[in-house]
T-cell receptor, first 115, second 114 residues
Framework: AQTVTQSQPEMSVQEAETVTLSCTYDTSESDYYLFWYKQPPSRQMILVIRQEAYKQQNATENRFSVNFQKAAKSFSLKISDSQLGDAAMYFC????????????FGKGTKLTVNP | DGGITQSPKYLFRKEGQNVTLSCEQNLNHDAMYWYRQDPGQGLRLIYYSQIVNDFQKGDIAEGYSVSREKKESFPLTVTSAQKNPTAFYLCASDNRAGGIYEQYFGPGTRLTVT
């Protein structure tokens, strides 16, 4: 079965510091998008950032950036200048192989931001 | 504002009763999804629909049923056959523009069955 692995169930970071959340995935697709979603205590899922596999340049959205290594099937999320509002569950997602348009989600990383 | 609504936010039912969770979207998205979220399990796909009047089972469809009579609506029924229905349920829809398949989520419904 296709998997998305987030190896860090929990992470913590000091306010204003940088933290990296890891994600590895397994797909046989050649062109696809990868996603990081944030789920704060309200439980509303919010898209943080997406990366197209064909693009060599890593995606960046303000303080959020990815380190995408296609050959290694690794898609980590870096949060710079961490803020208290960044505290949340973070989920990595990639499309299911075989032409399906479904996403497979990792089990999530709980990020705590310490003041 | 465009978005996805789920109601109610909290739902309580007695064991043995069927219950229907509502999901409505005004984003004009063709595809819609239902996920179940349990602690430590991430999101697990229950059912999905790529077009009106068509839907497919996901990974954990047993004990659930859906309908897709309108593009905007994708209700989920949790039947009495679902052995452990207490969970957080998320509905999503899918923007297929440019083949991106980015999913947009509703606020969720917390179902408690006692």
């Amino acid at each position: 079965a296709q998997t998305v692995t987030q190896s860090q169930p929990e992470m913590s970071v000091q306010e204003a510091e940088t933290v990296t959340l890891s994600c590895t995935y397994d797909t046989s697709e050649s062109d696809y998008y990868l996603f990081w979603y944030k789920q704060p205590p309200s439980r509303q899922m919010i898209l943080v950032i997406r990366q197209e596999a064909y693009k060599q340049q890593n995606a960046t959205e303000n303080r959020f950036s990815v380190n995408f290594q296609k050959a290694a099937k690794s898609f980590s999320l870096k949060i710079s200048d961490s803020q208290l509002g960044d505290a949340a569950m973070y989920f990595c997602a990639c499309p299911l192989a075989g032409g399906s348009e479904k996403l497979v989600f990792g089990k999530g990383t709980k990020l705590t931001v310490n003041p | 504002d465009g978005g996805i609504t789920q109601s109610p936010k909290y739902l309580f039912r007695k064991e043995g009763q069927n219950v229907t969770l509502s999901c409505e979207q005004n984003l004009n998205h063709d595809a819609m999804y239902w996920y179940r979220q349990d602690p430590g399990q991430g999101l697990r796909l229950i059912y999905y629909s790529q077009i009106v009047n068509d839907f497919q089972k996901g990974d954990i469809a047993e004990g659930y049923s859906v309908s897709r009579e309108k593009k905007e609506s994708f209700p989920l029924t949790v039947t009495s056959a679902q052995k452990n229905p207490t969970a957080f349920y998320l509905c999503a829809s899918d923007n297929r523009a440019g083949g991106i398949y980015e999913q947009y989520f509703g606020p969720g419904t917390r179902l408690t069955v006692t």
